[in-house]
């Protein structure tokens, strides 16, 4: 059904850390690397090789300037599904292919049953869903699903390919009903964010903001100059080799 | 948003249809006081029965798995699309016996017509709540947007009621079955009461347009969609990727917009002024009623395409919250 369980056993979900993120792009390439091999239909891709590339991605990371001037910060922002509590694009669904699942919150589509209409991805705020342009069915972000439950896979596997492969740890996976967790203390302690709160979907992952930089000043560092690596007068022995060398 | 065609022929057509199909339902009972009376409900119910169906195999057009259209049919619960589904496909089954059942059982054609046009309407009113319900798209969501579309469909259906009209007398005259003076009555019923119906349509459409205006982009900012309020004003220094993708080409859609004024004009222009115009000329006395069903023919289709590009303008003009991320 596409109606929204109440109340999920666990919520499963992610914290990003904007502080860290680089944007190096490398929990985008992993995502769709393990995405068109694992869970459904593999993630297509139109003219990969032509002169307009497109394709279905579940996670892209954007780049944003945030403040003006000297204050200005530059933030690396990854954006996939939040799996949100009240996920508009569940409840649109007409066929039931689109799921939210009552034992860990993960929002899901089965693809057997999408007939691709494109409703949910109208009805998501964050542009989270995208059509899969030569299987017809929407695609989104399963939380590895087929990853976080693998037991073919070692431990530390088991965990989603986007957190798996950050390179500076700004993605963090779990559960944010269980107090004891990374993303539970994470979000508690550090200042974490909603994306548009103001939509009432109540998402899931939260975003760790980056430490503010307001305030400092830029100044020239002084005593230092490149051209004086050039044209140091040597000191010391390597001054009496200098002039020794040029007496010759 | 991305105006596809295939979205628009449906509501526009499927809207008219199902408004047809509501008017002749319910003006048409065969209690013999009523002025319809005067040409079988057959005839209207299968074109109203065939715009609306038109309109919805446009919409199956618009499917990526077309195959899987059946499965729509099953999450009523939650769903709009799903019940508008529900609905279009339970008043076009009943519009088989209705038509049957008309001239023979005078009670049950009543019940059967109530129920069909009651459909129509909960049709026509569950494809603008797909709309309405999305709060991502600031434009749409507005009790505004089920008016919108129900007066459009009101407009429509009477207005092809009026031609239908029209054409039956013109029949029934040239056949020598009666006399015209009680068809040019009915006839002046209906073109009445679209004129009424388009006049209003469009005050409503005009009014969905000024609020448009007012709410702009909605609540949601590139600050509370990125959590960087406190940072100040935020802007994108790189998108994601460098072409276009699924959720720039169906969300981003800015073509409509640069030409959104002058279009507004030539919907009001085609949807609205001149069907009423041609209306007014069908009043002129003596008029043949062959001029009478061309003029309300001319009226209906103007009217439908002025209604078309209004609804292009619907998803052109509307902006997704996507596209502050872009």
Not at chain 1, 89 to 115: F, H
Not at chain 1, 209 to 228: C, S, V
Not at chain 2, 135 to 152: E, Q
Not at chain 2, 264 to 280: A, E, M, T, Y
Request: hydrophobic content about 45%; overall charge neutral; some cysteine.
């Amino acid at each position: 059904m596409t109606s929204l369980p109440k109340t999920t056993e666990r919520r499963l979900g992610l914290v990003i850390d904007l502080d860290v993120c680089v944007g190096c792009q490398a929990c985008v390439v992993n995502c769709k690397a393990w995405n068109s091999g694992g869970y459904g239909a593999p993630l297509a891709d139109t003219e990969p090789w032509g002169n307009q590339p497109s394709g279905a991605w579940l996670n892209r990371v954007h780049s944003f300037e945030a403040g003006t001037g000297t204050d200005a910060t530059v933030v690396h922002f990854p954006k996939s599904c939040l799996h949100c509590d009240d996920a508009p694009c569940v409840t649109v669904c007409p066929t039931g292919a689109s799921i939210k699942r009552s034992e860990d919150g993960i929002v899901l589509v089965d693809e057997s049953k999408c007939m691709g209409c494109g409703l949910c991805a109208w009805a998501c705020p964050y542009g989270a869903r995208e059509m899969d342009p030569s299987e017809g069915v929407m695609k989104k972000c399963t939380l590895c699903v087929d990853r976080i439950y693998n037991d073919n896979l070692p431990e530390e596997e088991q965990v989603p390919a986007c957190v798996r492969t950050c390179p500076t740890h700004a993605r963090h996976f779990g559960d944010f009903n269980d107090p004891t967790s990374t993303v539970s203390a994470l979000s508690r302690e550090r200042e974490s964010v909603d994306l548009m709160p103001e939509q009432d979907t109540r998402p899931v992952n939260k975003y760790l903001l980056p430490t503010e930089r307001k305030g400092a000043e830029y100044t020239e560092p002084d005593g230092f100059n490149l051209a004086d690596l050039v044209e140091r007068e040597p000191s010391g022995i390597l001054a009496w080799v200098d002039r020794t060398l040029g007496q010759i | 948003m991305h105006p596809a065609l295939s979205i628009i022929f449906f509501s526009t057509l499927s809207g008219a249809g199902f408004g047809l199909v509501a008017v002749t339902s319910l003006t048409g009972q065969p209690d013999g006081s009523s002025v319809i009376l005067a040409y079988p409900l057959f005839a209207p119910l299968f074109v109203g029965g065939t715009l609306a169906s038109i309109g919805l195999l446009c919409s199956v057009a618009h499917l990526r798995r077309p195959d899987r259209a059946w499965r729509a049919f099953s999450q009523w619960r939650s769903s709009w699309l799903s019940r508008e589904g529900i609905f279009a496909v339970a008043a076009l089954l009943l519009l088989v016996p209705l038509a049957f059942a008309n001239p023979i059982d005078s009670t049950l054609a009543i019940v059967l017509g109530l129920l069909a046009s009651a459909l129509s309407v909960l049709t026509v009113f569950a494809t603008s709540m797909i709309y309405a319900q999305i709060r991502a798209v600031p434009a749409w969501r507005t009790a505004l947007t089920p008016v919108l579309y129900l007066s459009f469909a009101a407009s429509g259906g009477i207005l092809a009621a009026a031609v239908l009209t029209s054409l039956f007398s013109l029949i029934a005259v040239t056949q020598g079955f009666y006399q015209p003076a009680a068809r040019g009555q009915a006839f002046d019923g209906f073109a009445a009461v679209a004129s009424m119906a388009i006049f209003i349509a469009w005050i409503v459409q005009s009014v969905w347009w000024i609020r448009l205006k007012r709410t702009g982009t909605g609540l949601s900012t590139i600050q509370s969609a990125t959590g960087l309020e406190r940072f100040g004003p935020t802007r994108l220094l790189e998108p994601p990727h460098t072409g276009s993708n699924y959720l720039t080409d169906e969300m981003g859609f800015v073509v409509g917009r640069r030409h959104a004024s002058k279009l507004r004009i030539l919907s009001l222009l085609c949807g609205g002024l001149l069907p009423l115009l041609l209306l007014l000329s069908t009043q002129i006395s003596d008029l043949p009623i062959s001029w009478q069903f061309v003029l309300s023919s001319l009226a209906f289709i103007f009217h439908l395409f002025g209604v078309g590009l209004s609804r292009w303008l619907f998803f052109a003009e509307a902006r997704h919250t996507v596209s502050l991320y872009y």
